[in-house]
């Protein structure tokens, strides 16, 4: 797991500069690199000497750091999915300051998927988490993470640094159940697959003798096993016409899959996913319309159901005349590494140094500084 502490790039004792686009595989929005030279005393690097701020937290413009209107919060953006796991974050000039930072599922920033709300010291170098205890939601698969101590005051100065952070990639899982051995007509119930646990499923392999199901890929699917309230031996685990249920101990996003309606077209399922293993924290929920005989690909792409321990399909409309059978395929998910996986083995990323020489930006710092003192 990656960490980015800032130091490889080189400046002098006091002096700063903007990150450039491209450090460590992000784009940067509002983003400074500073030496600390107790000039201000809240900015101290937690190792090495450089440290990472937000440039225009006061509401005014400052030369060199003209990419984002100021005030906009401290950015970092990706288009491969990854998970902001810890940093170190320190006031520059106030205690109580408190720093909101989103996780957004997309580049853009249109798809909120998790925040946490931190109050920080001059100094502080606190350490913080986004694995867990958040405001909400989840950071893994983020696209976009915001950092922002904006309180639309422009006689405050919510100026904060940041040091060892680290992140790590997304893990993308894709269960196509090909791996299950079945002869052509063959099925068996589904219970512990790809670290996570199955209830009221089977898994199947077409040779069209049952109508409708279909494999978006290889020669197996997963079915629904018990849709029609009838008891069928080998899934007496859960009530028949409960819902096929999906639970990980790890956090989970779920990215989508492909679906066919097995005896009836148009069959109507519903997706439910929840924060919790015992399914009592719903997160989102959405039905869908799936086809005899097609296997159908559905999307959720935006973060709609992140930050989950359990997901249900359902397609029980409650009328023990209809068959409600469906069958998936290819379900894809972004998974959290398992708990207690921590964050050993955590490395400093090299970049290669980068002289600066004479910095331009030296005297920005040191007014907010004077401006602060005169306050």
């Given at each position: 797991?990656?960490?980015?502490?800032?130091?490889?790039?080189?400046?002098?004792?006091?002096?700063?500069?903007?990150?450039?686009?491209?450090?460590?595989?992000?784009?940067?929005?509002?983003?400074?690199?500073?030496?600390?030279?107790?000039?201000?005393?809240?900015?101290?690097?937690?190792?090495?000497?450089?440290?990472?701020?937000?440039?225009?937290?006061?509401?005014?413009?400052?030369?060199?750091?003209?990419?984002?209107?100021?005030?906009?919060?401290?950015?970092?953006?990706?288009?491969?999915?990854?998970?902001?796991?810890?940093?170190?974050?320190?006031?520059?000039?106030?205690?109580?300051?408190?720093?909101?930072?989103?996780?957004?599922?997309?580049?853009?920033?249109?798809?909120?998927?998790?925040?946490?709300?931190?109050?920080?010291?001059?100094?502080?170098?606190?350490?913080?988490?986004?694995?867990?205890?958040?405001?909400?939601?989840?950071?893994?698969?983020?696209?976009?993470?915001?950092?922002?101590?904006?309180?639309?005051?422009?006689?405050?100065?919510?100026?904060?640094?940041?040091?060892?952070?680290?992140?790590?990639?997304?893990?993308?899982?894709?269960?196509?159940?090909?791996?299950?051995?079945?002869?052509?007509?063959g099925e068996t119930p589904?219970?512990?697959?790809?670290?996570?646990?199955?209830?009221?499923?089977?898994?199947?392999?077409?040779?069209?003798?049952?109508?409708?199901?279909?494999?978006?890929?290889?020669?197996?699917?997963?079915?629904?096993?018990?849709?029609?309230?009838?008891?069928?031996?080998?899934?007496?685990?859960?009530?028949?016409?409960?819902?096929?249920?999906?639970?990980?101990?790890?956090?989970?996003?779920?990215?989508?899959?492909?679906?066919?309606?097995?005896?009836?077209?148009?069959?109507?399922?519903?997706?439910?996913?929840?924060?919790?293993?015992?399914?009592?924290?719903?997160?989102?929920?959405?039905?869908?319309?799936?086809?005899?005989?097609?296997?159908?690909?559905?999307?959720?792409?935006?973060?709609?159901?992140?930050?989950?321990?359990?997901?249900?399909?359902?397609?029980?409309?409650?009328?023990?005349?209809?068959?409600?059978?469906?069958?998936?395929?290819?379900?894809?998910?972004?998974?959290?590494?398992?708990?207690?996986?921590?964050?050993?083995g955590a490395a400093a990323?090299?970049?290669?140094?980068?002289?600066?020489?004479?910095?331009?930006?030296?005297?920005?710092?040191?007014?907010?500084?004077?401006?602060?003192?005169?306050?």
């Amino acid at each position: 797991m990656p960490t980015l502490n800032f130091d490889d790039i080189t400046l002098a004792e006091g002096g700063e500069q903007p990150l450039a686009n491209g450090f460590g595989g992000f784009n940067w929005l509002q983003a400074g690199i500073y030496n600390p030279d107790g000039a201000i005393a809240g900015y101290v690097a937690t190792s090495g000497q450089n440290l990472l701020f937000i440039a225009e937290a006061g509401n005014s413009e400052i030369a060199g750091y003209e990419n984002a209107a100021r005030g906009t919060p401290l950015t970092m953006i990706r288009a491969d999915a990854f998970t902001l796991e810890s940093l170190n974050l320190s006031s520059a000039f106030r205690p109580g300051l408190t720093v909101t930072v989103r996780a957004y599922a997309d580049e853009a920033g249109a798809h909120v998927i998790g925040q946490k709300t931190v109050t920080v010291g001059p100094a502080e170098q606190q350490n913080v988490s986004f694995l867990g205890a958040l405001d909400f939601g989840t950071f893994l698969g983020a696209q976009r993470v915001e950092f922002n101590a904006n309180d639309g005051s422009d006689a405050t100065f919510d100026y904060f640094g940041i040091d060892n952070l680290t992140f790590s990639d997304t893990t993308n899982v894709v269960l196509n159940f090909d791996d299950i051995a079945l002869t052509p007509g063959g099925e068996t119930p589904l219970g512990s697959y790809q670290g996570f646990i199955f209830s009221e499923t089977g898994v199947y392999q077409p040779d069209g003798a049952i109508p409708g199901y279909t494999t978006s890929s290889g020669p197996n699917l997963a079915f629904i096993a018990e849709a029609n309230n009838n008891e069928v031996a080998g899934y007496e685990g859960t009530p028949a016409g409960s819902p096929v249920v999906i639970t990980n101990a790890s956090q989970f996003s779920f990215l989508g899959g492909s679906f066919s309606a097995t005896f009836r077209a148009g069959l109507d399922i519903t997706i439910r996913g929840y924060a919790d293993e015992a399914g009592t924290q719903l997160v989102s929920e959405r039905t869908i319309t799936a086809n005899f005989g097609s296997a159908d690909q559905f999307d959720f792409l935006n973060g709609e159901f992140s930050g989950l321990h359990r997901l249900e399909f359902n397609a029980n409309d409650g009328n023990a005349g209809t068959s409600d059978y469906f069958g998936f395929d290819d379900l894809s998910f972004f998974v959290a590494p398992s708990a207690g996986a921590g964050l050993s083995g955590a490395a400093a990323f090299g970049f290669g140094p980068e002289s600066v020489g004479t910095d331009p930006f030296l005297t920005d710092l040191a007014t907010v500084g004077q401006l602060v003192e005169i306050a």
